[in-house]
């Protein structure tokens, strides 16, 4: 083995190791959404949507990228917390993405939500939990959120998109109730 092959072998092990300690820390490790997934969120948003997108836990970029290039009148800005999927997707928006996407790394449940039009995410139950007050508290009635997946326990869904995968994944559309 050459020295170039060893600092390859470091940097992937410290790689691995950033998003194993952050998964632990965060409970869910950055999983990127489907193409179907992508194309079912996209097509839950209306297509005049031109105020702020929030990707919640953004991970590798994936769907931020997916909204910029859709909505290019909208400004999307990507929440992610794990080091190496917030790297990637942020060298990936400075290299090649819309001049309206922008990655930030951070904490969802501390960024404050105000002014958002939409709100996406593909997160775990318990993330969702706790985000159902953060919404009520900081969001406007009526702003939509888009989760993957995982539903708002206690909010009716204004529409489920079931994706024709072999999960049958469900694409949740709620409106954030008036107060």
Not at 126 to 137: D, P, V
């Amino acid at each position: 083995m050459n020295a170039l092959d060893a600092i390859v072998i470091a940097l992937a092990l410290a790689a691995l190791i950033s998003i194993v300690l952050t998964s632990l820390r965060a409970g869910i490790s950055p999983m990127p959404s489907s193409r179907k997934a992508q194309k079912a969120i996209i097509s839950a948003i209306p297509p005049n949507t031109h105020g702020l997108i929030i990707d919640l836990g953004s991970g590798w970029g994936n769907v931020a990228f997916s909204l910029a290039r859709s909505f290019p009148q909208a400004t999307i800005r990507g929440v992610e917390l794990s080091l190496i999927p917030w790297a990637v997707s942020r060298i990936g928006a400075a290299l090649w993405g819309p001049s309206n996407l922008d990655i930030e790394r951070g904490n969802f449940q501390e960024i404050p939500l105000e002014g958002a039009e939409v709100v996406v995410c593909y997160l775990y139950p318990g993330a969702m939990t706790s985000l159902k007050t953060k919404f009520e508290e900081e969001l406007k009635p009526d702003t939509l959120i888009i989760s993957n997946t995982f539903g708002i326990a206690g909010w009716e869904p204004e529409e489920v998109i079931t994706l024709n995968d072999i999960h049958q994944t469900p694409i949740y559309r709620y409106r954030v109730p008036a107060k």
